[in-house]
């Protein structure tokens, strides 16, 4: 239960960051941003990195900030940062409302949003965020600054497009339309456990009939993705139950269901079915 | 191995110098090192919550953190609450609510409870249960340390 032994590298400044990190990237070197999950997982020894590169003192990317379209959000900023809404849009009550899920409070103190994202464990709540608004990762290494879009960024369990030698510096999400409206919802057996499948969903009225959908799944597949059949299933009619139950039922059928020995395939599409449609019951405003 | 770095850790206002690998954890530097054993280490992966300190103001998993990130910063544990004989409000409340058997969860209980107090205390009841999920206890069943952080918070607030 003790992290193998590792070089720490402490630069103050990104190019340095980087600069170490394309040194160290061959022999296991990795970023050390909040560490909620690299340390758990290096005390299991499940990972020994030989080096890592803490980005704890690097000046700068602790930024939450918008130009009225995008939200810039940098590589130390923590969970914790968007317990209260971080702008004046729809999508920082989203952004609020998601955070109270992750892990418990101590955890969001340190963990960071953008780490989530780069160590993407399939049931994580920011992954789910990410790849719902169709979010802008920017990764950037000594090679230069490249921006990976969400639906190219999740490759699978734990595994993302980012190279050895990148960084996750900024991810950059949408606003929302000022008359979105969204919903979150997601089933765990314990208060702040892993999500067993949770559901994202966000749309506006557009004369009372359902537009922009977007119906987000995580937990449920090996990377969350939004569901085009239950986005279909919603655009163009008026918010209703059957209309909930029918994107929900559109939802379970699509995915490909991750199984373990406590959750077979059906029961995981039972979750889905029942996450999406909760997600849509409780929309907010 | 990789070598130790020298470090100064800052506990309840006493400095201890010392010297750490980088994979040392805060928790085991804390004990170990600096001979502070009230704060208690269970499950080394972030789950129970028994390890909480506050550093530089937030309640945070000292096995999640490593002992060289937290040098020149401020660090409380259980041993920094009470002044001189008088407990500090929370100890208080829950000795008054019975909100401790064993005690071993006791530590990292105090720590979390007063860390989200200090930084949030107007903090809602449905809040503040949801902070207090974070922690885990096999003997009181929650309810009594929920009373006591509840009164607590109330005198909290007054002072």
């Not at chain 1, 032994?5 to 990104?14: K, N, W, Y």
């Not at chain 1, 209260?84 to 969001?108: M, Q, W």
């Amino acid at each position: 239960m003790k992290p193998a032994a590792f070089i720490r590298h402490v630069p103050r400044t990104l190019d340095e960051a980087l600069k170490i990190l394309a040194q160290v990237a061959p022999q296991d070197g990795r970023i050390l941003a909040g560490g909620q999950s690299l340390v758990p997982i290096m005390a299991f020894r499940l990972a020994k990195p030989a080096h890592l590169v803490d980005i704890n003192e690097v000046e700068g990317l602790d930024h939450v900030a918008s130009d009225g379209q995008i939200l810039s959000i940098g590589a130390r900023v923590r969970h914790a940062a968007f317990h209260k809404s971080v702008l004046d849009n729809p999508l920082g009550k989203l952004l609020a409302y998601v955070a109270r899920h992750i892990a418990h409070y101590p955890i969001r103190m340190r963990g960071t949003f953008c780490g989530s994202l780069a160590h993407a464990d399939p049931s994580a709540e920011w992954c789910l965020v990410a790849a719902t608004l169709d979010a802008t990762m920017v990764a950037k290494s000594t090679r230069g600054s490249r921006p990976i879009a969400a639906k190219d960024f999740f490759e699978g369990i734990m595994s993302t497009a980012l190279a050895e030698d990148e960084l996750l510096a900024e991810v950059h999400l949408p606003l929302l339309p000022a008359d979105a409206k969204f919903g979150f919802n997601e089933f765990s057996r314990r208060a702040g456990d892993f999500a067993m499948a949770a559901a994202l969903v966000t749309y506006r009225l557009a004369n009372g009939k359902i537009a922009d959908a977007r119906v987000g799944v995580g937990g449920a597949e090996p990377a969350p993705r939004r569901i085009a059949q239950a986005e279909a299933a919603l655009n163009g009619q008026a918010p209703s139950d059957k209309i909930f139950r029918a994107a929900a039922e559109a939802a379970a059928k699509a995915i490909d269901p991750l199984e373990d020995h406590q959750t077979t395939g059906e029961y995981r599409r039972d979750l889905v079915r029942a996450v999406v449609r909760r997600a849509l019951e409780h929309s907010h405003p | 191995m990789s070598d130790k770095t020298a470090i100064t850790l800052t506990i309840n206002g006493h400095d201890h110098a010392i010297a750490v690998e980088p994979r040392r954890t805060l928790v085991d530097a804390i004990r170990e090192d600096c001979g502070q054993t009230g704060t208690h280490i269970g499950c080394e992966h972030g789950i129970c919550g028994a390890c909480t300190v506050i550093v530089d103001g937030e309640p945070v998993r000292s096995c999640l953190m490593f002992a060289v990130q937290a040098a020149g910063k401020k660090i409380r544990t259980v041993e920094g609450l009470a002044k001189d004989d008088k407990l500090h409000p929370m100890q208080q409340a829950f000795m008054d609510h019975h909100g401790l058997q064993c005690g071993f969860c006791t530590p990292g209980f105090l720590m979390l409870a007063v860390g989200v107090l200090e930084r949030e205390p107007d903090i809602g009841d449905d809040d503040l249960l949801d902070v207090l999920s974070s922690n885990l206890c096999r003997c009181t069943g929650y309810q009594n340390i929920i009373k006591a952080v509840r009164a607590a918070a109330k005198e909290m607030r007054g002072k």
